[in-house]
């Protein structure tokens, strides 16, 4: 079984997807942290977005590995965890250009699709392009303000300054994120994290 949670930054999308695939005892993929591990190693390597080869040269060199914990996703190069260094204002700001890379959807799409059934996969386009065969597939929205409010308290940030960000990146991102025409659409602004999570498990099918 697959599930796909997509939608637009800071919705929700990994902290459903983790309790979805809890309650269901199956792990979770975030496909985000495969872009951000190639942004990370773009900007550390100091490529530009605008040339991929460099980029794949150096992500088939030395293959990432995306571990699906339940508590949270990790990516290792080698003995190296980039994960800390994964959600960084810079890798932000940089990530929707190598997004963008044709060659680098490609890549992601095929760790992705490697990985072995049963999991819930969130991103932008899961249930469009990466799984369209998904079992249940959900797309998350929230207004601008209320997911500026609550990345700003997760990383104790001033929520003005991360909204405008988070816009920005919307922006860039709209090529590469829909919803699936066989998606349900759910609003968090005025849920809970546990009632998105309970919209989603009420709405599997048996
Ligand atoms: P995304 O993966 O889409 O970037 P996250 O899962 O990181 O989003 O969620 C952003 C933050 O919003 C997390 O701290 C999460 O706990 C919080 N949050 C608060 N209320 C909700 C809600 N109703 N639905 C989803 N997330 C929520
Ligand atoms: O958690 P947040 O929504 O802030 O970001 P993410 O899901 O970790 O994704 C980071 C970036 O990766 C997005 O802004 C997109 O540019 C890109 N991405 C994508 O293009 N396609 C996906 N399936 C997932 C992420």
């Known amino acids: ?29 975030s496909s985000g942290f495969l872009y951000r591990a190639a942004t990370l190693l773009a900007l550390e390597a100091g490529l530009p977005p605008s040339d991929p080869a460099p980029l794949l040269a150096l992500l088939r ?18 003995e190296r965890d980039l994960t800390p260094g994964l959600h960084s204002s810079r890798v932000d700001a940089g990530v929707s250009a190598v997004a963008r890379l044709p060659e680098v959807r ?21 249930g469009t392009n990466v799984f ?20 700003a308290q997760e990383r104790g940030e001033d929520a003005g300054t991360v909204e405008a960000a988070l816009i920005e990146r919307d922006r860039r991102d709209a090529a590469q994120s829909a919803p699936a025409p066989d998606a349900r659409v759910i609003d968090t602004g005025p849920l809970t994290l546990e009632g998105v999570i309970g919209a989603v498990l009420a709405a599997l099918p048996a």
């Open 1 to 29: 079984m697959i599930v796909t949670i997509d939608g637009v930054a800071a919705s929700g999308k990994s902290s459903v997807a983790s309790g979805v695939a809890r309650a269901l005892g199956i792990p979770y993929v």
């Open 61 to 78: 060199g030395r293959p990432l590995r995306l571990e699906p914990l339940a508590g949270g996703n990790r990516v290792w190069q080698g």
């Open 106 to 126: 490609a890549w992601v799409d095929e760790e992705l699709r490697a990985l072995p059934e049963p999991f819930v996969a969130e991103g932008r386009d899961m």
């Open 132 to 151: 369209p065969h998904a079992d249940a597939k959900f797309y998350l929205t929230a207004s601008p303000r209320v997911r500026a409010e609550r990345r």
